[in-house]
């Protein structure tokens, strides 16, 4: 045999052996390409478009401005902001991975021989070696296990574009929340403290009618306790209306001494009085418009991708190489003619065994796949669940609020009866403080009726995808 014959028969031998563990390796299942068909609810209502500045249509500035301060500054849509960079910068990188990468070398070398080392010569010598060389590599992506990473890379940038567009309807939804419960509890105080003003001058009257013996100690006293009941309800409101001011500051992000000492501005006009209608049912296409939704199902896209580029990790790698330089033992000559080099080289890796590295990593692959399933799945029952939840709660405030308007006017309209029978002789004063208590409690419960009718507005305009279409990325 040859001096050849031994590496050739090496090469020889490693590489029918690797042939061999690919043809019999089992190789795992692709990822899925498409999410799963699911039995969906029949739709009532033809699809609705709904404007992306949904909270435009209360016709309430002060409410825009805040929302738009919110959608500008809101930490948690800072951190959603972030993962979209995060998202973008890895999808460059899956990018890069797929085209050819540029590098340069350099290095200088000095060695020394002996007549006694392994290449024996005629005494002690000592050589230089200076190389500079620009090279290129270059992997073919034969089984496209790049090209899969890529896409995944893609759907996760997709999926974190969308979960920032459905962060922006919940945090809409929050602050209209958290200023109409500002405006409720402004309309309360405004009317405890009316009734508070108008029971103490009609205790100071009941006292001096006590005084001139026209009425007994047991009318005073009964004057005098709902005077202190009412008045109890005031510090509780204003303690509310504080809390529900700071946290609404700091879900406008603002600083924490904005949030002590800043106040927040209200409309002289309720957002209420302009309430758009929404649709009686489910749309269509629902599944279209719902962020969170979409972000699922890109997430599963991913999951998907990443379970092919893990199956394709059983294939070899082939990667080209080549390199352009010069080199010289004397470093004046690095630069001439004769001194140029180059080199073209290609190369095939295939893995025979890693005690079960690739075995693992496709498993985990899977297992990860069945989860942005499950996700998907869940996501879309919610979503059907919240819209039908949404609708139901929408039309339940509609009614409540038209019957505590009712409610409201006819005892309203009871207390001034009462009132004139009272002044008449024929009602008790116990009867007349319960009248205008159950007056002061319905004035209270509409503004609270109002209030409820506006937040389930925004809940359904959410519910129903909030009108963020899928944002667009740039690309392959």
Not at 151 to 172: N, Q
């Amino acid at each position: 045999m040859s001096r050849r014959a031994g590496p050739l028969a090496a090469a020889a031998f490693v590489a029918s052996a690797a042939l061999a563990t690919l043809a019999g390796c089992a190789l795992p299942p692709a990822g899925k390409t498409s999410p799963p068909a699911l039995d969906l609810p029949q739709a009532t209502v033809p699809e609705a478009p709904i404007a992306a500045d949904w909270w435009t249509q209360f016709n309430d500035p002060v409410a825009t401005a805040l929302i738009t301060e919110a959608l500008q500054n809101n930490r948690e849509l800072g951190r959603a902001l972030a993962r979209i960079d995060e998202a973008r910068a890895l999808l460059r990188v899956a990018g890069a991975d797929r085209l050819p990468s540029i590098f340069a070398t350099a290095s200088s070398s000095r060695q020394a021989t002996t007549e006694t080392g392994s290449q024996p010569n005629n005494g002690p010598s000592v050589s230089s070696t200076h190389r500079v060389a620009i090279g290129v590599d270059f992997e073919l992506d034969l089984w496209s296990r790049l090209a899969r990473t890529d896409d995944a890379a893609r759907a996760e940038l997709l999926a974190a574009s969308t979960t920032r567009d459905g962060l922006y309807g919940v945090i809409a939804v929050q602050v209209i929340q958290a200023y109409t419960s500002l405006q409720s509890l402004d309309a309360q105080l405004q009317v405890f403290t009316a009734s508070v003003r108008a029971q103490r001058d009609s205790l100071q009257l009941q006292q001096l009618r006590l005084a001139a013996g026209d009425i007994g100690e047991l009318d005073l006293r009964q004057v005098e306790a709902e005077l202190a009941a009412n008045e109890a309800q005031l510090p509780r409101i204003a303690r509310a209306r504080g809390e529900s001011e700071r946290a609404l500051a700091v879900l406008l992000g603002r600083s924490p001494r904005a949030v002590i000492e800043q106040s927040i501005a209200r409309s002289p006009q309720s957002a209420t009085t302009a309430v758009a209608s929404v649709p009686a049912g489910l749309p269509s296409d629902l599944l279209q418009h719902r962020p969170d939704v979409r972000a699922a199902e890109a997430r599963l896209a991913a999951a998907g991708a990443r379970v092919d580029a893990a199956r394709a990790a059983y294939f070899p790698r082939i990667a080209l190489t080549a390199t352009l330089g010069q080199e010289s033992a004397d470093l004046s000559r690095l630069l001439d003619g004769p001194s140029l080099i180059w080199s073209l080289a290609a190369s095939a890796t295939q893995a025979i065994w890693g005690a079960g590295r690739l075995q693992a990593q496709s498993e985990a692959a899977r297992a990860r796949e069945r989860i942005a399933e499950l996700d998907y799945i869940d996501s879309v029952t919610a979503a059907f669940k919240d819209a039908r939840d949404t609708l139901g709660a929408r039309s339940e405030s509609a009614d409540s609020l038209r019957l505590a308007q009712q409610r409201s006017v006819a005892l309203e309209r009871a207390a001034e009866l009462t009132r004139l029978r009272h002044n008449g002789g024929e009602a008790s004063r116990l009867q007349l403080i319960e009248a205008e208590r159950a007056a002061l409690a319905a004035q209270a419960s509409l503004a609270d009726a109002r209030r409820a009718v506006i937040v389930t507005q925004a809940d359904v305009y959410r519910a129903l995808g909030g009108g963020w279409q899928a944002t667009a990325i740039a690309g392959r």
